[in-house]
């Protein structure tokens, strides 16, 4: 009996420390919960800054990438466009030169034209046709073709252009390796290519890596 009464006394003890003990357990929880969410959500929009930031540098690159395809397609095109202008035109100068011969006497036509369209045309070509600097092959080697890597894989290089490094006397990496400041500038002039453009595609910085490999 007098058992009965002390358990009934301490009851309400008992009651209230598992209640405190429940609250105890039940603010660890939920602060861990809490503390537990913030950290995934730190990470989920740190991850979400990484993957912007990299879609960002893709868009950039394909941009780049456009850009250099369309003055590479330029590139190409150009000196094929200025020799059929050159052709045309002295096609023109030239049929220009022979109706006017045939306006004149035929003993005058006889005696003079060939002497007259000689003169044009040599006149023609002199008008299209200026001194063209040397390379220096001191500088950066003589090659063959023996000696010929494939220079397409050089950013900014296509057929055309590698046929007409070829013909200048460019054939592999170590020469365009090699290249001085001053030999670009010469070999920019003597294949008709952009200003600038063999520096921004950093031909000296691909060919010293394709020539490791």
Do not use: C
């Not at 046929?163 to 365009?176: A, H, R, S």
């Amino acid at each position: 009996m007098i058992q009965s009464l002390e358990i009934t006394n301490l009851l309400p003890q008992y009651i209230g420390i598992f209640i405190l003990m429940l609250s105890t357990f039940l603010i660890g929880y939920f602060s861990s919960l809490w503390l537990q969410q913030s950290k995934y959500n730190a990470i989920i929009k740190e991850l979400k800054k990484k993957i912007n930031s990299l879609k960002e540098q893709h868009n950039a690159s394909l941009r780049d990438k456009k850009v250099n395809d369309i003055e590479t397609f330029f590139t190409e095109i150009k000196p094929k466009i200025i020799e059929v202008v050159k052709e045309t035109q002295e096609k023109l100068a030239e049929e220009t030169v022979l109706k006017s011969s045939e306006n004149n006497a035929q003993e005058t036509l006889e005696t003079q034209r060939p002497k007259t369209v000689a003169e044009k045309t040599r006149t023609s070509y002199i008008t299209y046709t200026k001194t063209k600097p040397q390379l220096n092959f001191d500088n950066f080697g003589i090659a063959d073709s023996n000696s010929k890597d494939d220079l397409t894989k050089i950013n900014g290089i296509g057929p055309y252009i590698e046929e007409k490094l070829n013909e200048i006397g460019i054939f592999n990496y170590d020469q365009i390796s090699k290249f001085t400041f001053e030999d670009i500038r010469i070999i920019t002039e003597l294949i008709d290519f952009f200003p600038g453009r063999i520096e921004r595609d950093d031909w000296v910085g691909q060919a010293n890596s394709h020539k490791v490999h």
